[in-house]
């Protein structure tokens, strides 16, 4: 199974952007993440993790696990981790709203506005199930983190920081992505 993280909104505290998943031949769009900014130097808790590619597992001890596994029951089989990411450690998905959520973890949503991601428990439970079960099946689940908010151009009337190329790039996969939706 390959996910991708399409990283396009970027600010001094948050980085947000689209996940995709990949069924067969093509994308669907399914979430809304949120992460913590780009940094040139880490700072514990407040710094994404780099742009790469990288394998899913199910961390199944630590408090998240405990929380989750006594909040949704049967359904949790562990918390969603991104496995071997040099430098950093304890990287899961999961539930939260901004960036004060996650220490370099990625929230998931179905909703964004700046530094916002709302009905993340739904979208969760929407991802869950899918990469949970390919990883208890013995499948490869990889995500992909692309970052198309490189080189950025201040954008004052909305108080953060996208990169205008990117951007552009990113509005025709969206577009060709709700083309072939259409045709479903």
């Not at 996910?3 to 600010?11: G, T």
């Not at 742009?51 to 909040?71: M, P, Q, V």
């Not at 539930?95 to 998931?108: R, S």
Request: charged residues 25%; neutral net charge; contains cysteine.
């Amino acid at each position: 199974m390959k996910l991708e993280i399409l990283r396009f909104n970027s600010s001094d505290d948050f980085t947000s952007g689209i996940y995709l998943m990949w069924a067969t031949t093509r994308k669907n769009f399914s979430a809304t993440p949120l992460e913590d900014q780009a940094q040139t130097q880490k700072v514990w808790g407040e710094t994404r993790i780099p742009a790469g590619t990288y394998n899913l597992s199910l961390r199944k001890e630590g408090g998240f696990h405990t929380r989750y596994a006594a909040k949704f029951g049967g359904f949790h089989k562990g918390m969603i981790h991104v496995d071997d990411v040099k430098g950093f450690e304890y990287i899961l998905w999961h539930i939260g709203n901004d960036d004060d959520d996650t220490a370099g973890c990625l929230l998931v949503g179905k909703t964004s506005q700046d530094n916002f991601i709302g009905s993340s428990t739904v979208a969760y439970k929407e991802i869950y199930p899918d990469i949970a079960g390919a990883i208890i099946r013995g499948d490869k689940v990889t995500a992909t983190y692309i970052d198309y908010d490189g080189e950025i151009i201040d954008n004052k009337a909305k108080d953060h920081v996208m990169n205008i190329l990117k951007l552009q790039r990113f509005r025709r996969i969206l577009w060709i992505y709700y083309q072939q939706k259409l045709k479903v």
